[in-house]
C-alpha cells in the first residue's frame, strides 16, 4: 500500500516539528490514541484503538524516528501489532517547507503492508481508512497547535 | 408397475422436513454438560519462525481455561496429520512429504494456520484469551507465486525446490512420435483458477471424553467419520479406533472440504481428553476462508496433435499443481491419479502423456473440491479441443464427433490407465446440440450484432471416473486406504427396516434414495424405511461419501445386503409354506409358492424370523438382518455434453449465460428430481468457476479474497433457468447400474462456458474468472 498527502498548518517549521516530536501532542491528535510513550530516543510506544472496515482492535504501534534532519524531514518506521486483528508495517517519509513565517506545508508519503484479519477482510478498505486517519489527525493537529500558540 | 416410491420415482426429499423447518441437528447445535469452548490463534504471516509464545495474559485472562500450543501437543505423543495417497515420482521415488503438526510448533507457513488454541468457559473468555496472546514472529519471505515456486525459498526443510513429486503418466515416445506426423498442433495455456469452498456450515467439533469408560466421542462435520476415526487413532494417536467414536449428524454442505482432516477437531478431542472436559469449535466464516482446503489452483500447457481431418493424434499436457503449505489429507492424488487419468476425454487419442509437478507454497492447503482433478482435466481437454476446432475451421461439435469412443468400442482402454465400460457419447451430444438449438445460433448472433452484442457458443463434453473406487486399484496406485462400502438392511419384528449406510449425506439425500431402493427391492412402504449414516458407532468400517461414490458404491452394498435379506427370507417362507425353497418366489414385497395361491407378506416373514414359533431353528439363525461389503471392480464413467451460449455486451463486460445445456449419462437413476437438483448446484459452481469465484494471495501471501466482499458466490441472477436432460448407458458393472452425478456439473461446466466467451469475443483465451473486467479488457484487444 502507498499513499501521499499534504497539509498545510499555520505555524512556524520549527513550531511544527516541535510539535511533531511532541508525544504528548501526538496522543491528543491520533484519533483513538489510548497512549503515546517515549521508549528511547527517537522511539515511541502508541496504543490505539482503530477500525478498518469491520475489523476493529487495539492496536500497539512501534515507531522509531530515522534519517532525522530537524527542523525539514524524518522518516517514522512503524510496525503495528493488532493481536487477532492482524498486523501492519511500513513507513511514513514527512517533509516540512516553509511557506512563510507563520504557515509550513507537511507532506507524507508512507509505504506499507497489513497482514493478518486486516488484509483477510479489510484490503480494499485500508486505503480509506489511512486517509480518513490522516486527515483528522491533521484536522486536530491544526486546532491543537493553534490553541498552544494562542490563536 | 410403477412403485410411486421406487427406483425412478422423483419422490419428495425425507431430509427437507426438517431442514426448511429448522430442526436440522447440525454439530453446532450439540451441546454437552460442562462444555468449554476453543479458539484458535491463527498465523497472519504466511510464513515467519514462531521463536516464542508468552500465554501468561492469556492465561490470566478471565474464563479462560488453558492454552495448548503444538509443543504440547508433540509432548502428548500426538502425531501429524497424515497425507492419505503417495504418489511416486518419475524417477520411482516417493512423494517427498513435509511434516505436519496439527498446531504449529516452531513456524508458521499460511496465513490462518493455528499456532495455539484457547480453551475457555464462554466463547467470549475464548476469544479474549486468544487476543491475549503474544506471540514472537521473525518473518521470512513468502513463497506465493505458482509458477517460480520450483526456484524460489524452500519451505519445508526436507523439500527441496518445494516439490512433493514430479509424475508423469502415458507414453512419452510414444505422444512425441505422434506430434511428430501431426498436421496441425494446437497449443494453449491455461491457468485453473484456486477456488475456496464455502459450505454454507462451516467445519465445526464437539470432542468428549467419558472418564468412566474411556471413550472419546467426537461429533464433527465430515464427509467421511471412518476416515476421521483411522487418522485419529492410527496416526495421530488420540486413541484406539475402539475407544473413539465419530459422528458426523447433520452436514451442510462438503464439496470434498470436509473429506480431510483438520488440525481443528484433532486438537479439539485431544484437549477434552486432556482436560476431562467437552470442547466445542465452529469455524466462522473467515476462518473456512483461511483454513478450509482450497480447490484447484493449476498452471498448464497443454498440446493436441490433428491429423488433417481433424483425427486427434496426441495429446501432451504439462501441469504445475499448487498443494499450499502441506500436503492435505488426499491432496496429492488429485493433480495426478483424479488428473492425468481423464486426460483422454470422450476421445479416442492414441498417445497420451501427462506430467504434474506438484509444489508447495505458503498458501491454504489444496485438496478436493467438487470433482477433484477431473474437472481441471475437462478444462484442459475440452478447451483445447474447442481451440483446435476453430484453428482448423472445423466445425466444435463435428471435430468431437470425429474423434469419439463408439459405442461399439466399449469397454475402451484408454492411454491413460482407465478402461470405460460404457457409453454413447454422440447420443448426448446430439440430444444438447437439439436442446440448445444449434442450427438456429447463427441468426441469434446476427441479431446480437445488429444490437452491438456478441454472442459465443461453447461446448463441453467431459468425461469422469466416479464410484471411487476399486479397492486394490486405488490401493496400486498410492492409496493408503480401501474405497469399498458397507451397507446393512435390519428388518424389524414389525417389518419396518432400518438401514446402516457407511456412506454420508450432507447434501446428496442418502435417507430418500436409499428408502426408495429398499421400498422397491422389498415392496415396505417408503414412511417404514429410516436411513441411518455418519456414526462409526452404527456402521462398520467404510468410506463415507465424495467422488459421486454413494450410490454407486454404498447402493451396491446395499443391494448386495437386500439380496441376502431376500435369500433367507425365502428359506423362512419355504419353511413355513412346507415348499422347497427354489419354489418361492419374491416380488411387490410377498413371497409366494410357484404355481399355487399360498403366499406370506414380508412383514410376516419378519415377524417368524423374530417370534420363531414356525421356523427351522436347527438350520436358519433368527433374525433378519444382514450386512454386506461392496467392493467395485471398475470406476463409473459418467459422461455428457453441456453447451453454453452467452451475450456479452462489449461496453460493459458483462457476460449473461442466454441458455445452458446438460445433458448427462448418469446410468439408471433412482430418484430424477434429486438428480436434477444435484446437476443445478454442479453448474453453479463450475459456472461461478467460470465467471466469478477467486481465491487470490498478494506476494505476500495475505489472503484478499477472505470474504464475501471479495470473494463472489454465484448467486440466482448469475445463473440462466438450466436445461437439463439425460441420456442412459447403464454401468455395467454394478447391480443398480448407476454411475453417479454429484460432481457432473462442476467437471463440464467450467469449460463450456470460457468456449462460449472465447467465442463471442474472437480470442485464444480468456482468464478465470471472466469477471467484467477481464472480459472488457478482452473485447477491447
Request: glycine share 10%.
Amino acid at each position: 500500500m502507498e499513499q501521499s498527502g499534504e497539509y498545510t498548518v499555520s505555524a512556524s517549521r520549527e513550531r511544527v516539528w516541535e510539535a511533531l516530536n511532541d508525544p504528548e501532542v501526538l496522543e491528543r491528535c491520533v484519533e483513538g490514541c489510548r497512549s503515546m510513550t517515549v521508549t528511547g530516543e527517537g522511539e515511541f510506544e502508541a496504543v490505539v484503538a482503530a477500525k478498518v472496515g469491520p475489523v476493529k482492535a487495539t492496536f500497539t504501534a512501534a515507531i522509531e524516528l530515522q534519517d532525522v534532519v530537524a527542523p525539514e524531514s524524518y522518516r517514522l518506521q512503524v510496525g503495528v501489532k493488532g493481536g487477532a486483528a492482524g498486523f501492519a508495517k511500513g513507513s511514513a517519509a514527512v517533509q516540512l517547507a516553509e511557506c512563510s513565517r507563520d504557515e509550513t506545508r507537511l507532506t507524507y508519503h508512507i509505504e506499507g503492508s497489513i497482514g493478518g484479519k486486516l488484509a483477510q477482510i479489510g484490503s480494499r478498505l485500508v486505503q480509506a481508512a489511512a486517509r480518513k486517519m490522516a486527515a483528522s489527525f491533521f484536522e486536530r493537529f491544526a486546532v491543537d497547535i493553534g490553541r498552544s500558540q494562542g490563536v | 408397475m410403477a412403485n410411486e416410491t421406487g427406483i425412478g420415482a422423483a419422490v419428495k426429499r425425507k431430509e427437507d422436513a426438517r431442514f426448511i423447518t429448522g430442526t436440522g441437528r447440525y454439530t453446532d447445535d450439540i451441546g454437552a454438560h460442562g462444555q468449554t469452548y476453543a479458539v484458535f490463534a491463527r498465523s497472519p504471516h504466511a510464513r515467519a519462525k514462531l521463536n516464542g509464545l508468552d500465554a501468561s495474559a492469556a492465561l490470566a485472562t478471565e474464563g479462560v481455561v488453558a492454552v495448548f500450543t503444538g509443543a504440547d501437543l508433540q509432548a502428548d505423543g500426538i502425531g501429524d496429520l497424515p497425507c492419505g495417497w503417495t504418489v511416486h515420482s518419475k524417477d520411482g521415488e516417493p512423494m517427498v512429504v513435509p511434516a505436519h503438526p496439527p498446531i504449529a510448533v516452531d513456524k508458521v507457513n499460511y496465513v490462518g494456520e493455528p499456532y495455539a488454541v484457547v480453551i475457555g468457559e464462554s466463547l467470549e473468555a475464548a476469544k479474549n484469551g486468544a487476543e491475549a496472546l503474544e506471540a514472537d514472529f521473525e518473518e521470512l519471505p513468502a513463497v506465493v507465486d505458482l509458477a517460480s515456486a520450483a526456484s524460489a525459498d524452500q519451505i519445508h526443510e526436507n523439500v527441496p525446490n518445494n516439490q512433493t513429486y514430479d509424475w508423469e503418466l502415458g507414453d512419452k515416445a510414444a505422444t512425441d512420435a505422434a506430434f511428430a506426423q501431426a498436421h496441425h498442433v494446437s497449443s494453449l495455456e491455461i491457468v485453473n483458477n484456486r477456488l475456496i469452498p464455502n459450505a454454507i456450515e462451516p467445519r465445526a467439533a464437539l470432542g468428549e471424553y467419558d472418564a468412566a469408560s474411556g471413550l472419546y466421542t467426537l461429533h464433527t462435520t465430515s464427509q467421511n467419520p471412518h476416515l476421521e476415526r483411522l487418522v485419529l487413532a492410527a496416526f495421530v494417536q488420540i486413541a484406539p479406533e475402539a475407544r473413539l467414536r465419530v459422528i458426523s449428524p447433520d452436514v451442510g454442505g462438503g464439496f470434498g472440504s470436509k473429506i480431510f482432516v483438520y488440525a481443528e477437531e484433532t486438537a479439539v478431542i485431544w484437549a477434552a481428553g486432556k482436560l476431562r472436559r467437552p470442547v466445542k469449535w465452529r469455524a466462522e466464516r473467515s476462518e473456512s476462508f483461511l483454513a478450509d482446503a482450497h480447490g484447484r489452483d493449476h498452471v498448464t500447457k497443454a498440446e493436441l496433435a490433428l491429423a488433417e481431418d481433424g483425427t486427434f493424434l496426441g495429446l501432451r499436457v504439462k501441469t504445475l499443481a499448487n498443494m499450499g503449505a502441506y500436503l492435505s489429507t488426499f491432496a496429492s492424488s488429485v493433480p495426478t491419479y483424479l488428473y492425468g487419468t481423464l486426460m483422454a476425454g470422450q476421445y479416442k487419442t492414441p498417445a497420451i502423456y501427462v506430467e504434474v509437478q506438484s509444489l508447495f507454497t505458503n498458501t491454504a492447503p489444496v485438496d478436493a473440491y467438487r470433482g477433484a482433478g477431473r474437472p481441471e482435466a475437462t478444462y484442459v481437454v475440452e478447451r483445447i479441443v474447442e481451440t483446435a476446432a476453430r484453428e482448423m475451421g472445423i466445425d466444435a461439435a463435428e471435430l468431437r464427433r470425429r474423434n469419439f469412443i463408439a459405442p461399439s468400442d466399449f469397454p475402451y482402454e484408454t492411454p491413460v490407465a482407465l478402461t470405460y465400460d460404457t457409453g454413447d457419447y454422440e447420443a448426448s451430444l446430439a440430444k444438447a446440440l437439439e436442446h440448445a438449438d444449434y442450427a438456429g445460433f447463427g441468426a441469434r448472433k446476427a441479431a446480437s450484432e445488429a444490437a452491438g452484442k456478441k454472442r459465443g457458443i461453447g461446448f463441453s463434453c467431459y468425461i469422469e471416473a466416479c464410484g471411487l473406487a476399486p479397492s486394490q486399484v486405488a490401493i496400486s496406485l498410492g492409496a493408503g486406504v480401501g474405497l469399498f462400502e458397507v451397507g446393512e438392511v435390519r428388518v424389524d419384528v414389525t417389518g419396518s427396516v432400518t438401514v446402516v449406510t457407511g456412506s454420508h449425506s450432507h447434501g446428496q439425500s442418502h435417507e430418500t434414495t436409499f428408502a426408495q431402493i429398499i421400498s422397491e427391492k422389498l415392496g415396505v412402504p417408503f414412511e417404514n424405511v429410516t436411513v441411518l449414516h455418519g456414526d462409526t458407532g452404527r456402521s462398520d468400517y467404510a468410506l463415507g461419501t465424495y467422488g459421486s461414490r454413494s450410490l454407486a458404491v454404498g447402493g451396491s452394498a446395499l443391494i448386495k445386503a437386500i439380496d441376502k435379506i431376500i435369500a433367507k427370507g425365502k428359506k423362512i417362507a419355504a419353511h413355513m409354506l412346507e415348499a422347497q425353497e427354489e419354489q418361492v418366489d419374491f416380488a411387490d414385497g410377498t413371497f409366494t409358492v410357484a404355481d399355487s395361491n399360498q403366499s406370506l407378506t414380508f412383514p410376516e416373514v419378519a415377524f417368524a424370523a423374530y417370534v420363531p414359533a414356525n421356523y427351522p431353528l436347527e438350520e436358519l439363525e433368527p433374525g433378519l438382518s444382514e450386512k454386506a461389503f461392496y467392493d467395485p471392480p471398475n470406476f463409473t464413467y459418467p459422461a455428457g455434453a453441456h453447451i453454453c451460449e452467452v451475450e456479452i455486451d462489449p461496453a460493459t463486460g458483462v457476460v449473461d449465460i442466454t441458455s445452458f445445456v446438460a445433458v448427462d449419462d448418469f446410468g439408471h437413476i433412482v430418484n430424477p428430481m434429486i438428480v436434477e437438483g444435484q446437476v443445478h448446484g454442479g453448474l453453479a459452481q463450475g459456472i461461478g468457476q467460470a465467471l466469478l469465484e477467486h481465491g487470490v494471495y498478494d506476494e505476500t501471501g495475505q489472503l484478499v479474497s477472505g470474504s464475501y466482499m471479495d470473494y463472489t458466490m454465484p448467486r440466482a441472477d448469475d445463473l440462466p433457468s438450466f436445461t437439463v436432460d439425460t441420456t442412459v448407458t447403464p454401468c455395467t458393472h454394478n447391480p443398480l447400474g448407476v454411475k453417479g452425478c454429484g460432481e457432473a456439473g462442476a467437471i463440464g461446466s467450467t469449460a463450456a462456458v470460457m468456449n462460449a466467451v472465447t467465442n463471442a469475443l474472437g480470442v485464444a483465451s480468456v482468464p478465470m474468472p471472466a469477471t467484467p473486467e477481464t472480459v472488457w479488457r478482452a473485447a477491447q484487444a
